[in-house]
């Protein structure tokens, strides 16, 4: 029997008697025999920092400590840090005993494959930037990746997810990419798909396999508070300027606390790129204000390098350069810069 058919009875065993099971066509769905009820959301939302505190210590109870966040600027395959996944590259890339980081991991990442509609906005529930939060673990057998999705729901409903209004889904097929093979199972609550959970291992050497269990902290917020989704994010600068742009500079703030300035090409260009979306017009009586909000947020997982001062400053002096840069017409300089799609 293969590892992935093995999976079904692994989970059974680790989630007990409470969860329907449902296995066929190589397709699996583990649902609460009283799902239907209706959710009802905090009356006071968390603040970010609250929920991040709640995740540290219930991922601790399950015996994965807080891990430092991996450098934004990684430089090797991506020139950024895109998942947390990352930190398990040379176990599973390389078939080496050993991680870059291990347990409980709120990494914050670069993405530019959030779901768009057709103008071509970020749909809701999608940033450019957000917090990966992630357990990475090396395990030795299925016993120790059942453990880790029982210990997650738990962690789920310590944060007030009850398991009515979990499912956990997806395929048993195992997928392959390069030097790695793993299984992708993803977990909901209600209709929304909060993130998954990847059995993952080395193709030449199986023995060096390891889970990978990720949401994004946001998205996780969304659920939770049943809030809209710009208010959620935004909170008192949601009306600050557009929707587009506020997702810019909250990237960029990122980027450049991290010492990320922007260049012709590498992490760099990508910093230019980013601030090349923000909206001139929106921007035109500065961004200290929205940098300084947005600063604070990143500061909860990690020092940055660079003060929110500097990080303004860059960000305004490389929209003066774009717009001296872009071609006059009519006269006139156009004042917008295509963004990065």
């Given amino acids: 029997m ?3 058919e093995r999976i079904p009875a692994a989970l059974r065993a680790a989630l007990g008697g409470h969860w329907e099971f449902t ?5 699996i769905e583990i649902r609460h025999p009283q799902r239907g ?3 009802r959301p905090p009356r006071r939302p968390p603040s970010w920092r609250e929920l991040l505190d709640e995740l540290e ?3 601790a109870r399950n015996g994965a400590p807080r891990a430092a966040c991996l450098p934004l600027r990684w430089g090797r395959e991506t020139e950024l840090t895109i998942s947390a996944v990352q930190a398990l590259d040379p176990l599973l890339k390389e078939g080496k005993p050993h991680t870059y980081r291990t347990g409980f991991l709120p990494q914050p990442v670069v993405r530019f494959t959030g779901q768009r509609d057709t103008a071509g906005a970020l749909c809701e529930g999608f940033l450019t930037s957000f917090v990966n939060i992630s357990r990475v673990q090396p395990v030795q057998n299925l016993d120790a990746y059942g453990s880790i999705l029982d210990g997650w729901l738990s962690v ?5 997810f009850h398991c009515r209004h979990l499912s956990i889904y997806g395929s048993l097929t195992t997928w392959r990419r390069r030097q790695v093979a793993g299984v992708t199972l993803r977990f909901r609550h209600l209709d929304l798909t909060l993130g998954d959970i990847v059995l993952l291992w080395n193709v030449e050497s199986p023995e060096h396999m390891a889970v990978d269990l990720g949401t994004g902290l946001e998205r996780l917020a969304w659920a939770r508070t049943q809030l809209g989704w710009h208010d959620l994010i935004y909170g008192g600068i949601a009306q600050a300027a557009p929707a587009e742009t506020l997702d810019a500079i909250r990237t960029a703030t990122l980027l450049l606390s991290h010492g990320i300035t922007p260049a012709a090409r590498g992490a760099g260009g990508i910093t230019r790129r980013v601030i090349g979306s923000i909206d001139p017009a929106a921007a035109r009586l500065g961004v ?3 940098v300084r909000e947005l600063y604070d947020y990143w500061s909860l997982f990690g020092t940055p390098t660079v003060p929110w001062a500097s990080v303004t400053a860059a960000i305004e002096a490389e929209l003066h350069g774009q717009s001296r840069r872009l071609p006059r017409v009519g006269g006139s ?3 917008r810069s295509q963004p990065w799609t």
């Avoid at 296995?23 to 397709?27: F, G, I, L, Q």
């Avoid at 789920?156 to 007030?160: A, F, I, N």
């Fill in 156 to 160: 789920l409903s310590q944060l007030g």
């Fill in 2 to 4: 293969s590892l992935s």
């Fill in 288 to 290: 200290s204000a929205v």
């Fill in 23 to 27: 296995v066929a066509d190589s397709r």
């Fill in 333 to 335: 300089s156009t004042g």
């Fill in 37 to 39: 009820t209706p959710y």
């Fill in 57 to 59: 210590s219930g991922f």
